[in-house]
């Protein structure tokens, strides 16, 4: 559907749970979070209802993230019931893959067409340290293991200035000899990541300034994308706070606990967990015509990055 800005909303995030087996410094609190309670979790038939609602509005593609999407059970089973939906084309996982070793073939068989995955660090040390105590090679093994099923698998690092920029050259070699899509993002300053503003790093500044990285003419989406020499694959920047998406934003993100977030920087969020076919279609039709324009024009959320799901 187009909203009041012609912009055509057609992706839709679905955080399936607020809890995480890591505590990544940027994105938690040491101690975890104040858990949204297990009835206060949208049942899988209840996102399977939003999303059908949604898909009649327009929503073709769908991802499912969190907290971590798979310490949920049965992540599959949702994904067979979204694929089941007219309209929906494309479903998308992002994980820190350290529980995917396990899940990785029965999401394909249900039908999950893409992931993501999350990897801040190649080094055990550097990864336990930015996760709180995970594990690199349980991350690895999951991306081993999902490698038999999946094409184009992308890697997402967070750079950080002083943390992970100089592992450029590591990743570069991981992406070329594991054929994987590494991009690097910059990190957002919201929720406990405010704490962390010693680590911003615009991750084009970065790459423009390797000789063995050529930048391509057209973005994909949001990522800003270089050809790697020597190479079929991609290396990508993503630069939500350097770089306004604001006028090209095509999404929706439902919260685990059952609010439509119609801007991630928003505070502004609305609670469709209990209401009926009627009232859902006419709400969420509202919501997605009046998406706000720009994150400069929003009142800012409180909610951390694993509520919302990124
Ligand atoms: N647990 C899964 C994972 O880590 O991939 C999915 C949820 S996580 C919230 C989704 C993505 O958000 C991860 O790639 C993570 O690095 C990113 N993220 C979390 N907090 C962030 C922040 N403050 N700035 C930029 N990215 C952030
Ligand atoms: Fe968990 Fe993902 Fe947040 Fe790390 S970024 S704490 S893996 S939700």
């Known amino acids: 559907m187009i909203d009041h800005l012609g912009r055509n909303i057609d992706y839709l995030r679905i955080s399936l749970t607020d809890r995480c087996n890591l505590r990544c410094l940027y994105c938690m609190s040491e101690k975890g979070i104040d858990k949204v309670s297990h009835s206060d979790i949208l049942s899988y038939e209840r996102i399977y209802a939003i999303t059908k609602v949604l898909a009649s509005l327009g929503i ?9 999407p798979l310490v ?10 979204l694929r089941s939906i007219e309209g929906i084309k494309e479903i998308c996982l992002t994980t820190n893959a350290t529980l995917l070793k396990k899940a990785a073939k029965d999401l394909k068989a249900a039908g999950l067409d893409r992931l993501n995955i999350s990897l801040d660090s190649l080094d055990p040390q550097k990864y336990a340290y930015i996760t709180r105590g995970g594990n690199l090679k349980d991350a690895l093994e999951g991306i081993k293991e999902a490698q038999k099923y999946f094409d184009k698998i992308k890697i997402n690092a967070v750079l950080l200035k002083g943390f992970n920029d ?9 992406a070329k000899s594991e054929k994987l899509y590494v991009r690097f993002i910059e990190l957002m300053p919201l929720g406990v ?16 300034k390797r000789t063995d990285l050529k930048k391509l003419p057209d973005p994909d989406g949001v990522a800003e994308l270089y050809e790697l020499k020597d ?3 991609t290396i990508g920047a993503i630069r939500a706070l350097s770089h306004s ?24 969020e609305i609670d469709v967990s209990t209401l009926d076919d009627k009232e859902l279609y006419d709400t969420l039709k509202d919501i997605i015509y009046h998406k706000p324009d720009n994150k400069e024009s929003v009142a800012l ?6 509520e919302i799901g990124g």
């Open 245 to 268: 998406f604001c006028s090209r934003c095509n999404r929706l993100r439902l919260t685990a606990d059952g609010h439509i977030k119609p801007c991630l920087f928003a505070k502004e």
């Open 231 to 233: 190479s079929p694959i």
């Open 60 to 68: 073709k593609k769908v991802r499912l993230t969190g907290g971590e």
């Open 166 to 174: 100089d592992e450029i050259d590591d990743y570069l070699k991981f």
């Open 193 to 208: 990541a405010k704490a962390y503003r010693k680590f911003l790093l615009d991750p084009l500044e970065v790459l423009d």
């Open 72 to 81: 949920r059970k049965e992540v599959a089973k949702l994904v067979m019931m």
């Open 301 to 306: 959320t409180g909610r951390l990055m694993n």
